[in-house]
C-alpha cells in the first residue's frame, strides 16, 4: 500500500502520506490493526527521510559505511 501510494510522487508529495489514508484506500482493519497503519506510514516517513538525507549530504553515508 504505501510502495503504491509513493510510486511515481516526488519524495516531498510522498511525505504528505498519513495514517488515514492508508486506512481509507484499504477499507479500514479490525480494530486490533488500525496501529499497523501508522507503522507503515512512519516506516515510509523514515525512509523517505533517509533519501533527503543522503541527496544533500551524500557523502556523509559514504563515511558512516566506511567507520563501521
Given at each position: ?6 510510486k511515481g510522487?516526488?519524495v ?6 498519513m495514517?488515514?489514508?492508508?486506512l ?6 479490525p ?7 501508522a ?27 566506511s567507520?563501521?
Open positions: 500500500m504505501a510502495t503504491k501510494f509513493a510522487k516526488r516531498r508529495e510522498a511525505l504528505t502520506f495514517q488515514y489514508d492508508v481509507a484506500e484499504l477499507g479500514g482493519l480494530a486490533g490493526f488500525v496501529h499497523c497503519a507503522l507503515t506510514v512512519n516506516t515510509l516517513k523514515v525512509a523517505l527521510k533517509d533519501c533527503l538525507d543522503f541527496a544533500r549530504e551524500p557523502w556523509r553515508k559514504a563515511c558512516e559505511r567507520s563501521n
